[in-house]
């Protein structure tokens, strides 16, 4: 069973940039895609960006395009999510999440889970 734990989260103004964390223990999640989500309050959770078990393949939400970037270092256990250019709307719970499926070259948002317990990033205008 994998364990996620988040970090990074914050409060900054707009322009600024943070950088989350999500470590993984338990089994070894170097042969699983990662995902990070986020939750705005009153909001469903939604796709953020996500990284295949490679690294080869990332993928992002079209309203973090440009400004964010999901990397893993495996042998840290650790996958980040670099977020430059912050906006007040990306005011959000970020959960981390591992896919279902191991070694999978594609991603697919749906197939994501084994959330942890999420980090807030609060930006003010």
């Known amino acids: 069973q994998v364990q996620l734990v988040e970090s990074g989260g914050g409060l900054v103004q707009a322009g600024a940039s943070l950088r989350l964390s999500c470590a993984a223990s338990?089994?070894?999640?170097?042969?699983?895609?990662v995902g990070w989500f986020r939750q705005a309050p009153g909001k469903e959770r939604e796709f953020v960006a996500a990284i295949t078990w490679s690294g080869r393949i990332t993928n992002y939400a079209d309203s973090v395009k440009g400004r964010f970037t999901i990397s893993r270092d495996n042998a840290k256990n650790t996958v980040y999510l670099q977020m430059n250019s912050l906006k007040p709307e990306d005011t959000a719970v970020y959960y981390c999440a591992v896919d279902s499926g191991r070694y999978r070259d594609y991603i697919q948002p749906l197939s994501f889970g084994s959330w942890g317990q999420g980090t807030q990033v609060t930006v003010s205008s």
């Open positions: 338990g089994r070894t999640w170097s042969s699983y895609g």
